[in-house]
């Protein structure tokens, strides 16, 4: 079945750019989704990426896709204090249950 | 629209107790899950349901039951907890499948102790 895969943990200074790397295992995958989770709340989506595309940009987010290494980034440009989070990559599953695969989650701290 | 609720926010249980966890949600969405989430790990999908009356087991179902009797409930049973199911609990619903649909709306989660 689908594997996802993601780092653990990502420190950056306020104002700096953050990339969140994501690996995933099943090339059926139609769509790729980012989550936020803030301390003590649940999930927000945060955006996604269908597969036939390499990029999408939405204001200081910008996914990138490399769909033959099965290789998914997120980008935050000029990243504030606002943006320490956990951050979710999920692949859909290509069956017809609507399931998604999540990785571990990336913790993002941004220092001032 | 209120989007996806549950109750309760917090829950302490003795082992061998019984709660059912709730979630509704009034998107008037097809599929509704039920995720677990321990300390700095991931989800695990625990079951899942594309439509009322029909519901699946994911990843991590043993000890729990659920049911799907409306399109709007979807509530998580647990029998006889352990400290095992010690966890943060979410439930999340999406429209339909494939697409942008597979887009999943999380509730606030529901965090159980078991001692």
């Known amino acids: 079945g689908e594997d996802v895969e993601q780092s653990l943990f990502l420190s950056v200074r306020e104002g700096d750019s953050s990339v969140i790397n994501c690996t995933y295992t099943?090339?059926?995958?139609?769509?790729l989704y980012w989550y936020k989770q803030e301390p003590g709340a649940g999930l927000q989506l945060l955006t996604y990426?269908?597969?036939?595309?390499d990029m999408k940009q939405d204001q200081r987010l910008t996914v990138l896709l490399n769909k033959k290494d099965k290789h998914l980034s997120l980008r935050i440009a000029d990243t504030q204090t606002g943006d320490s989070a956990i951050y979710f990559c999920?692949?859909?599953?290509?069956?017809?249950?609507?399931?998604?695969?999540f990785g571990q989650g990336t913790t993002l701290q941004v220092k001032p | 629209n209120a989007g996806v609720t549950q109750t309760p926010k917090f829950r302490i249980l003795k082992i061998g107790q019984s709660m059912t966890l709730q979630c509704t949600q009034d998107?008037?969405?097809?599929?509704m899950y039920w995720y677990r989430q321990d300390p700095g790990m991931g989800l695990k999908l625990i079951y899942y349901?594309?439509?009322?009356?029909?519901?699946d087991k994911g990843e991590v179902p043993n000890g729990y039951n659920v049911s799907r009797s409306t399109t709007e409930d979807f509530p998580l049973r647990l029998e006889l907890a352990a400290p095992s199911q010690t966890s943060v609990y979410f439930c999340?619903?999406?429209?339909?499948?494939?697409?942008?649909?597979?887009?999943?709306?999380f509730g606030p989660g529901t965090r159980l102790t078991v001692l």
């Open positions: 999340a619903s999406s429209y339909s499948k494939g697409g942008a649909g597979d887009t999943q709306y």
């Open positions: 099943d090339s059926s995958s139609t769509y």
């Open positions: 990426i269908f597969s036939n595309m």
């Open positions: 999920a692949a859909a599953d290509g069956g017809n249950t609507g399931k998604l695969i």
């Open positions: 998107m008037n969405h097809n599929y």
């Open positions: 349901s594309v439509g009322a009356g029909i519901t």
